[in-house]
Structures are given as structure tokens and as C-alpha cells.
T-cell receptor, first 112, second 114 residues
Framework: SQKIEQNSEALNIQEGKTATLTCNYTNYSPAYLQWYRQDPGRGPVFLLLIRENEKEKRKERLKVTFDTTLKQSLFHITASQPADSATYLCALDQTGGFKTIFGAGTRLFVKA | DAEITQSPRHKITETGRQVTLACHQTWNHNNMFWYRQDLGHGLRLIHYSYGVHDTNKGEVSDGYSVSRSNTEDLPLTLESAASSQTSVYFC?????????????FGPGTRLLVL
């Protein structure tokens, strides 16, 4: 079955450093991949979408890569700030429909 | 500004009771979704709708039902609440079209079934 894996361990980094989060998937080939941010007690908020024919996408301090050979996406936050502390969810389109499946998310803590 | 709202934000109920969670969006989106979020499982799709009078089952639909009588609302009903349905529930909506549309999420409803 289709599966998405994100590192369940929290990522702790120092302010100003680059945070890198990983999303791996198995058993299918999605055409699209999205990253969402979720703060405690709130719903997820869309950040970036990348298509299978795009290797990299950038938005301000955010960068996403999509390696269909490795079946992996990397999400980078450069010059990280304490306000970037949140849970980041990876999401992929599900084969055969317009539904989305989500990873469990990785918690990021940025220390001042 | 367009938005998506959920009510109630918190609910405590007893096993066996029927519970309805409301979801209302003003984006005028055709697609609406209900997810539950539990620790370690991420978001799991319960039901979804691609338009008025259209409803479809997701991966964890047992014990839940939805109906879509207009574009704005997709209420989620737990027919007979069970303790296993204690969770945080999120409603989302997206535009119609080909491919993977961005989903806009509500603030969530925290449900406790005793």
C-alpha cells in the first residue's frame, strides 16, 4: 500500500541555521507533493507544492526538492527563526483520484 | 475574507450517542474533506465530497457519515460514538480541477468520547 514516512523524532536546531526535513514514500509514484505547516491546536496551512517534473521549488526562505528516483522530498528552511517552530507535514496525491495522503509530520524546534 | 469554520471546537460525549460536527466554508470550493488526526497516524481521510449531493468514503469511514446539500457545508455525523473515535477532526476544502489542489483547513474539533 502507499506509504509516507517522515521522521517522527523532533528536530532541534539553533536560530540562523538551516533546517532540513525529510519525506520518503513507497509503493507508488505521485505526480505532486505538498508541504504544510501545523501549529499546536490549529489546522495545517499550505506552504509549497512541487510537481514530479520539477526538481526544486523555492519560496522566500523555504526550498523543496523532489527526487522521484529516490522517492524522497527534502524541505529546507534557511536562516531559521524561533517562529518557524511547528510541525511540518508532507502530503502526496493518491493514485487514481484527487485525494491526498499525509505523513504524520516532523516537529521542528528552533532555539534562540 | 473567505474562510472555513468548524463547530463545536470542543465536544465531550458519551459512548453510543449520535454526534454531528459542522463544517462551513465560504471559499465556494466544490471539494470538501473530513480527516481525523491521531498521534503517530497523521491525518486520515474519513469522507470526502466533490460537489453537492456527492459523497465518498475515505480510508477510515466506518462509523461516520456525511451529506452535502449545498456547496458551503459538509457535516460529519458519528452514528453511535465509540471511544475509538476520540480524536481531533479537521475539515478541509479545495477547488475543483485536475491534479492536486491546495487544501484549506478549518481549526479542528477536539472530540472526547467517554
Amino acid at each position: 500500500s502507499q506509504k509516507i514516512e517522515q521522521n517522527s523524532e523532533a528536530l532541534n536546531i539553533q536560530e540562523g541555521k538551516t533546517a532540513t526535513l525529510t519525506c520518503n514514500y513507497t509503493n507508488y509514484s505521485p505526480a505532486y507533493l505538498q508541504w504544510y505547516r501545523q501549529d499546536p491546536g490549529r489546522g495545517p496551512v499550505f506552504l509549497l507544492l512541487i510537481r514530479e517534473n520539477e526538481k526544486e521549488k523555492r519560496k522566500e526562505r523555504l526550498k523543496v526538492t523532489f527526487d522521484t528516483t529516490l522517492k524522497q522530498s527534502l524541505f529546507h528552511i534557511t536562516a531559521s527563526q524561533p517562529a518557524d517552530s511547528a510541525t511540518y507535514l508532507c502530503a502526496l496525491d493518491q493514485t487514481g483520484g484527487f485525494k491526498t495522503i499525509f505523513g504524520a509530520g516532523t516537529r521542528l524546534f528552533v532555539k534562540a | 475574507d473567505a474562510e472555513i469554520t468548524q463547530s463545536p471546537r470542543h465536544k465531550i460525549t458519551e459512548t453510543g450517542r449520535q454526534v454531528t460536527l459542522a463544517c462551513h466554508q465560504t471559499w465556494n470550493h466544490n471539494n470538501m474533506f473530513w480527516y481525523r488526526q491521531d498521534l503517530g497516524h497523521g491525518l486520515r481521510l474519513i469522507h470526502y465530497s466533490y460537489g453537492v449531493h456527492d459523497t465518498n468514503k475515505g480510508e477510515v469511514s466506518d462509523g461516520y457519515s456525511v451529506s452535502r446539500s449545498n456547496t458551503e457545508d459538509l457535516p460529519l455525523t458519528l452514528e453511535s460514538a465509540a471511544s475509538s473515535q476520540t480524536s481531533v477532526y479537521f475539515c478541509a476544502s479545495s477547488e475543483s480541477g485536475q491534479g492536486m489542489e491546495t487544501q484549506y483547513f478549518g481549526p479542528g474539533t477536539r472530540l472526547l468520547v467517554l
